[in-house]
């Protein structure tokens, strides 16, 4: 029987440039983030806890969510992840010159096609932007719809 899987990598790419107004730019270390296969999208090792507010993850299916206030992604009502939102580029093109939304409408293709796009992610009710990249999108799945990850 032919498997197949999902596997979900975030690389946050951190800035040092300076605070616009009241925003806060995301400091610090690059950080890399992988949830494996199958692995359990309710444990914390499993979660990318940016905030107390902000935790994304994956289920075996479908798109992100912060499961700090989302149960699962909502595929009939795609606007999350939770207290998100997303922009196509860099922090250093200036968070003035980008276009926030939602995660599926920076990817309309599916996840797969934004394997590599720098992103600005804003967390809105900590008021934090920080660059991001999805290297990693695994995905898949037989006739019996088991065969995802």
């Given amino acids: 029987m032919l498997q197949h899987y999902i596997r979900l990598v975030i690389i946050l790419f951190c800035t040092t440039s300076p605070p616009l107004s009241a925003q806060t730019i995301w400091g610090g270390p690059k950080t890399t983030f992988k949830k494996a296969d199958f692995a359990d999208w309710t444990l ?7 905030t107390d507010s902000v935790w994304l993850t994956r289920a075996d299916m479908r798109g992100i969510f912060n499961i700090a206030q989302e149960e699962i992604f909502d595929k009939d009502n795609p606007i ?33 096609e934004e394997i590599g796009v720098e992103k600005v992610l804003h967390l809105i009710t900590d008021d934090i932007y920080l660059d991001i990249k999805f290297t990693e ?3 898949g799945g037989g006739g019996s719809g088991t065969g995802m990850g």
Avoid: K
């Fill in 80 to 112: 999350g992840p939770a207290d998100t939102e997303w922009a196509v580029g860099r922090i250093a093109d200036g968070i003035e010159n980008l276009t926030f939304t939602t995660w599926s409408a920076t990817n309309p293709n599916g996840p797969n």
């Fill in 137 to 139: 999108w695994t995905q």
């Fill in 44 to 50: 914390e090792a499993n979660q990318d806890r940016l």
